[in-house]
Each structure stands twice: as C-alpha cells, then as structure tokens.
C-alpha cells in the first residue's frame, strides 16, 4: 500500500475516520443504553463494550490534551498553571473525601481512599499537561 502524501487525501482520510469513529461510538452508547434499559446499570457495567467506551474515552481525551497545549498562547506558564491546578485538585479531592466520609455507612478511611483515589485519578492528567507545555516552552526557548 502506497503511503498518501497529497494533503488534502489526508485531510479526507482523517474526516472519514471521524465520522467512523462517531459512529463507532454511538453503536457502543447505544447497546450499553439497551443493556442499561432491560438489565440495570450493573449488568450494563459488566459488559466488555463498557470498558471499551471509557478507555476510547480517555485515549480521546489525552490525544485531545496534546493539541490544545501545542494550541495554547506561549504566555502561560507550566509551573504557575501546574500550581494552581494541583491546588484545586487538593481541593476538590479533599471536599469529597470529607462529604463521602460524612455519609451513612462510610468511614473516614472510605473519605481518605475515595479523596485519594480521586487526587491520583486528577494528579495523572495535570502531570502530562505539564509535561507537554514544559516541552513545548523548551522548544520555544530553543528557536
């Protein structure tokens, strides 16, 4: 197979694949959306088309990420961004942590896991975003 070069092929090839995609993601909302109709939410979970759809989820979303840092202005700064958004995350993960620990038949341990779970879950996305605005302040130093 012959690799395309003209870009405007590429162009269509990466529209047609968008438009699969959307497709794709629709049958797989739909079939769960039956599944969660006629079994409940539980049977709905178990099947293998839910994981499928949060893990093309988060590919989504962190594909989605490495093109709005390289869309960003240049004036934002990583360390200052990265700051703020660990203190938000510490905030909200705390917030939830307390209000799960309040909760009738849960622990402070279940409020400390929960918050934790909930900090580690916020911490990765925060740590690439940095990580790709870092790089990309660093080639701009380099031109």
Do not use: H
Not at 69 to 86: R, W
Not at 96 to 107: N, P
């Amino acid at each position: 197979m012959k690799k395309i070069t003209d870009e405007r092929l590429l162009l269509q090839n990466l529209i047609n694949i968008r438009i699969v995609y959307i497709i794709q993601t629709i049958g797989i909302i739909g079939i769960l959306g039956y599944d969660l109709v006629s079994k409940g939410f539980d049977e709905m979970r178990e099947n293998p088309l839910w994981l499928l759809l949060i893990i093309t989820g988060v590919t989504s979303a962190y594909l989605s990420m490495s093109i709005s840092a390289d869309y960003e202005n240049n004036k934002i700064n990583p360390q200052k961004s990265l700051s703020i958004s660990l203190v938000v995350l510490l905030l909200i993960s705390t917030v939830i942590g307390f209000f799960v620990s309040l909760t009738d038949g849960f622990a402070i341990i279940n409020g400390v896991m929960i918050g934790g779970i909930i900090f580690v879950c916020g911490l990765i996305p925060i740590v690439y975003i940095y990580n790709l605005r870092k790089k990309r302040q660093d080639e701009n130093n380099e031109d």
